[in-house]
């Protein structure tokens, strides 16, 4: 009877441990859940984190072209994002770009200069993001900068970067936004089909991190 009873107490115990385990591994919450990365919604920044917000400091390519009529446009430039969030555009001054998608800011660009009579209605302007480089860090065979090529899924990063070690974490993998938005990505589940395979964006880190077991 006495073994019994003893029985009984430990298993509270072991149970308290299994259940330790788990939260520390990121199987099971603790405390406050991290943000789980919800798949792509259509060009809605303020919903999708694959759409890339332009900050302070971001550095842009902008190129115009169309009819020479009544003025030629300026040539390719780059443009700084100022202190202020504005980039200059000559013949119309300051254009919001902080908080905006390179999208927004294309769209504003051309507006002005249709607007205040510059340039007419054929006016194509192309605005995109200079930084052309993410990182994966930690549990990878070659963690390192890598060079933004156009559409990459996290998946695909983790592949360039020569596929997870043996001690990786494969269910708890941080996907940090370069607006310093953490998600938890789960790949078992990407590579079972179960969940999504995040879209990795110029400025992303990823970060994986070693399994306690």
Known sequence: MRRVNKLVKCIPMTLGAVALALVLNGCLPFGSAPPVYPGPQPDDP????????????????IQMTGPAW???PPPPHIEDINQFGFIS?????????DGKTPKDVQDAIKEAYITNRIYTEALNVAVEQQDKSFAVNGEVHMPSGLEYKGTTTLMQAISRAQ????????K?????RANGKRFAINCEAI????????SVRPGDTIQVDKSLY
Not at 89 to 97: H, K, L, R, T
Not at 172 to 176: E, G, Q, R, S, Y
């Open 46 to 61: 303020k919903t999708d984190p694959d759409i890339r917000v332009l900050h302070k400091g971001d550095k842009l390519s």
């Open 70 to 72: 009544p003025t030629q």
């Open 89 to 97: 555009m000559p013949q119309i001054g300051n254009i919001q770009a």
């Open 163 to 170: 596929g997870f070690t043996d001690f990786a974490n494969r």
């Open 172 to 176: 708890k993998v941080w996907l940090i």
């Open 191 to 198: 590579t079972k089909g179960n969940a999504p395979n995040p």
